[in-house]
């Protein structure tokens, strides 16, 4: 069956240039098309979509609000949200994943990567861009933080699997390394996040940052 997505953006040429390069493929089709965030939440109510792509930056009611008011509504819980932003808006990240984004990636983004990232919010996973895991380490640095989660709790292969999830790898680049199924690789990421208690991925990476597990110089700086 096809991934439904609906496309909310104030810029209509670029809703346009998304949906034609969606229609192109065989396993995704766009459903709906919204230019604020009320709308988005009208038309998610209505379409059920498996995948909201949503710009945080809207009028009338921000996608941010939009974010949050789709994933807290329960007969939504289908329905993933992927936040796709300006290139000067990564100080949307965090607000995106807080309101319960499933993932962020920027507009600059090369169509594979979105292509990638539709599909595998659509299953539902997180996807973080390279350069937004890069983006939380920086965090991690201005903030100076020190580690305060122990991880005598994580097995070795758990931890094996925080530092890849910590270089900002999906859930099946991560089986593919570890030679398992995707389906076991979410298992295990859902039991490392209970283990030491982070809510989304973008914890994860800040714990493996923290703890020395994953260095700056080893998270990829391409889109």
């Known amino acids: 069956m096809s991934i439904s997505v609906l496309l909310v953006d104030t810029d209509a040429l670029l809703r346009t240039c998304c949906a ?9 089709a766009v459903v709906g098309e919204a230019g604020d965030g009320a709308r988005a939440v009208e038309l998610a109510e209505r379409l059920r979509p498996d995948v909201v792509l949503m710009n945080p930056q809207l009028p009338t009611m921000s996608g941010i609000e939009a974010t949050r008011r789709i994933t807290a509504r329960p007969q939504l819980s289908g329905v993933r949200v992927l936040a796709m932003a300006a290139p000067t808006a990564d100080s949307q990240v965090f607000d995106a994943l807080a309101a319960h984004a499933c993932g962020f990636l920027f507009q600059d983004a090369e169509p594979d990567e979105l292509l990638r990232a539709i599909r595998v919010v659509s299953q539902g996973q997180a996807h973080l861009s390279p350069r937004i895991v890069q983006r939380v380490i920086d965090e991690c640095v201005l903030r100076d933080r020190a580690p305060g989660i122990p991880l005598d709790g994580l097995t070795p292969r758990e931890r094996e699997m925080l530092v890849l999830i ?49 260095r700056r110089r080893s998270v990829p700086l391409g889109g």
Do not use: H
């Open 166 to 214: 910590g270089t900002g790898l999906s859930n099946q680049e991560i089986a593919d390394k570890q030679f398992i199924s995707c389906t076991t690789a979410k298992t295990r990421a859902c039991r490392i996040m209970a283990k030491l208690g982070a809510r989304n991925r973008v914890e994860l990476v800040s714990i493996a940052y923290q703890w020395g597990l994953v």
């Open 20 to 28: 034609t390069l969606l229609a192109a493929q065989p396993d995704i």
